[in-house]
């Protein structure tokens, strides 16, 4: 079984691409700097996915200290 759908990982690649072109931004509505980090662009490529309904698992969430 998939862990990401066919078209959750075309979002990634395109954001991956932005990244590499120099058109991703970071933050609400892309008002934040341009993306350097490989991983920070697959996030976003992730994130964008998540919100058009896609099949991606959930985010894991911050771990709690002890």
Known sequence: MAKYSR?????VKSAVRRRKKGT???GKG???G???SRKQAIAI???EAREKG?????RKSARKRS
Do not use: F, M
């Open 7 to 11: 078209s959750a990982r075309k979002d």
């Open 24 to 26: 991703l931004k970071s």
């Open 30 to 32: 892309g008002k934040g």
């Open 34 to 36: 341009t993306v350097k």
């Open 45 to 47: 490529g992730l994130s």
């Open 54 to 58: 896609k099949k991606v698992p959930k």
